[in-house]
């Protein structure tokens, strides 16, 4: 058991390694002999008191799990501390208690519906004022900024694929202002927002972090320029609103950032494929993809056409959430509360790592299928 921070830093002491080398290396225990090489599950309400070692002492402020899984993703997203949360809206829910209650936060018109809706509460409960911008035009989100608390960015956003420039964005923002950057689409193997001037990077660690859709966990990582204070209110937050990780979950998660490398190549390869496939379709309206990652979308002509095709699927499972080793994709506007400028047509697609052949065939029969010729095995 510990949480002692001169231990267990073995890997963050290598920050020159490769993020593909730190998410194998990086939270593990100290190398002594007979020592695990995974940091065990510490399931503990409470601690023994009186020692002066660092431990936390209560389980809603601290657990060697959470510990360890904080480092590793820290070291991965090239940041000095992370804060681990019970879900991605945890996480976001701790951001918007540590900055002014009757503040301003700007907000894509397009982002994790969640994240849409908390702030709406905000404002509606505590007078938080929100500004909604287009990220894809940078000098929009530098007007809106003007006199903001925070800069809110969600690049490749959920579910239209929209990319921000974070490099203009952090250039131009007023000093002061605040750049969260939630990077869960591209992960830190492909985007890493601390070294582009973000202040906060969020995980929805439920999706490619973690890897396998059986774990809700979210995660805030805070670089060496960002403010002390803040990061201690956000983990203030953490323990009054008791939003804190499970241990299963936190050791899910890290045992999901082990493979994260060697999955996404895999889903990213054939991503580009499947995109190149499906923008030679003429039933598939439009391809977003943004060019790199997992993730991408495709809109057919309307809410039917979208239903027929995903009713024939055989191996891309009809679910929300993503990042999972099995693909999966959704028409977003099956959920009444999704935006409608979000088409109606839009299928927002994750990419697992099956064989690509078979992803691709099932996605041909389907289209084939909503036209009329079906081409499936046996019928
Ligand atoms: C899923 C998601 C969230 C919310 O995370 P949960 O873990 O579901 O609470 C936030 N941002 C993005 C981009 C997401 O995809």
């Given at each position: 058991m510990?949480?002692d921070?001169?231990?267990?830093?073995?890997?963050?002491?290598?920050?020159?390694?490769?993020?593909?080398?730190?998410?194998?290396?990086?939270?593990?225990?100290?190398?002594?002999?007979?020592?695990?090489?995974?940091?065990?599950?510490?399931?503990?309400?409470?601690?023994?008191?009186?020692?002066?070692?660092?431990?936390?002492?209560?389980?809603?402020?601290?657990?060697?799990?959470?510990?360890?899984?904080?480092?590793?993703?820290?070291?991965?997203?090239?940041?000095?501390?992370?804060?681990?949360?019970?879900?991605?809206?945890?996480?976001?829910?701790?951001?918007?208690?540590?900055?002014?209650?009757?503040?301003?936060?700007?907000?894509?018109?397009?982002?994790?519906?969640?994240?849409?809706?908390?702030?709406?509460?905000?404002?509606?409960?505590?007078?938080?004022?929100?500004?909604?911008?287009?990220?894809?035009?940078?000098?929009?989100?530098?007007?809106?900024?003007?006199?903001?608390?925070?800069?809110?960015?969600?690049?490749?956003?959920?579910p239209?694929?929209?990319?921000?420039?974070?490099d203009?964005?952090?250039?131009?923002?007023?000093?002061?202002?605040?750049?969260?950057?939630?990077?869960?689409?591209?992960?830190?193997?492909?985007?890493?927002?601390?070294?582009?001037?973000?202040?906060?990077?969020?995980?929805?660690?439920?999706?490619?972090l973690?890897?396998?859709?059986?774990?809700?966990?979210?995660?805030?990582?805070?670089?060496?320029?960002?403010?002390?204070?803040?990061?201690?209110?956000?983990?203030?937050?953490?323990?009054?609103?008791?939003?804190?990780?499970?241990?299963?979950?936190?050791?899910?998660?890290?045992?999901?950032?082990?493979?994260?490398?060697?999955?996404?190549?895999?889903?990213?390869?054939?991503?580009?494929?499947l995109?190149?496939?499906?923008?030679?379709?003429?039933?598939?309206?439009?391809?977003?993809?943004?060019?790199?990652?997992?993730?991408l979308?495709?809109?057919?002509?309307?809410?039917?056409?979208?239903?027929?095709?995903?009713?024939?699927?055989?191996?891309w499972?009809?679910?929300?959430?993503?990042?999972?080793?099995?693909?999966?994709?959704?028409?977003?506007?099956?959920?009444?509360?999704?935006?409608?400028?979000?088409?109606?047509?839009?299928?927002?697609?994750?990419?697992?790592?099956?064989?690509?052949?078979?992803?691709?065939?099932?996605?041909?029969?389907?289209?084939?299928?909503?036209?009329?010729?079906?081409?499936?095995?046996?019928?």
């Amino acid at each position: 058991m510990q949480s002692d921070p001169s231990h267990q830093h073995a890997a963050s002491e290598h920050q020159e390694w490769k993020p593909e080398t730190l998410a194998v290396a990086a939270g593990r225990p100290d190398r002594v002999p007979d020592a695990p090489l995974n940091q065990p599950i510490v399931p503990a309400s409470t601690y023994v008191g009186g020692s002066d070692s660092g431990l936390v002492g209560y389980g809603r402020y601290g657990n060697p799990g959470w510990t360890a899984l904080e480092e590793a993703v820290a070291a991965l997203e090239g940041g000095t501390r992370a804060l681990s949360f019970a879900s991605g809206m945890a996480a976001a829910a701790g951001v918007l208690a540590a900055i002014p209650a009757d503040g301003t936060v700007v907000l894509p018109e397009h982002c994790y519906l969640g994240v849409a809706g908390l702030a709406d509460e905000y404002g509606q409960r505590h007078g938080l004022s929100v500004r909604t911008v287009d990220i894809t035009d940078s000098a929009a989100v530098l007007r809106a900024a003007d006199g903001a608390d925070l800069v809110w960015i969600e690049t490749p956003a959920n579910p239209t694929m929209d990319v921000a420039d974070l490099d203009a964005i952090s250039a131009g923002l007023p000093q002061g202002c605040l750049l969260l950057v939630d990077n869960t689409f591209a992960t830190p193997l492909l985007q890493r927002p601390l070294s582009q001037g973000a202040d906060i990077v969020l995980h929805s660690a439920t999706k490619f972090l973690s890897g396998h859709s059986d774990a809700l966990c979210g995660i805030l990582v805070f670089g060496a320029a960002t403010d002390a204070d803040l990061v201690s209110r956000i983990e203030a937050a953490r323990k009054l609103h008791g939003a804190t990780p499970g241990v299963l979950e936190a050791f899910l998660v890290l045992r999901g950032i082990r493979t994260l490398a060697v999955r996404l190549r895999q889903a990213e390869a054939s991503a580009k494929v499947l995109a190149g496939l499906l923008s030679g379709d003429p039933l598939v309206e439009r391809v977003r993809y943004p060019g790199f990652g997992s993730m991408l979308a495709i809109e057919l002509a309307d809410g039917p056409t979208a239903d027929a095709f995903i009713d024939n699927l055989q191996l891309w499972v009809h679910a929300t959430s993503l990042g999972g080793v099995e693909s999966t994709l959704e028409r977003r506007r099956r959920w009444p509360s999704e935006l409608t400028s979000v088409p109606e047509g839009l299928i927002r697609m994750s990419v697992g790592v099956e064989h690509v052949d078979d992803l691709a065939a099932d996605l041909a029969q389907a289209l084939d299928a909503v036209r009329g010729l079906d081409r499936r095995p046996g019928q």
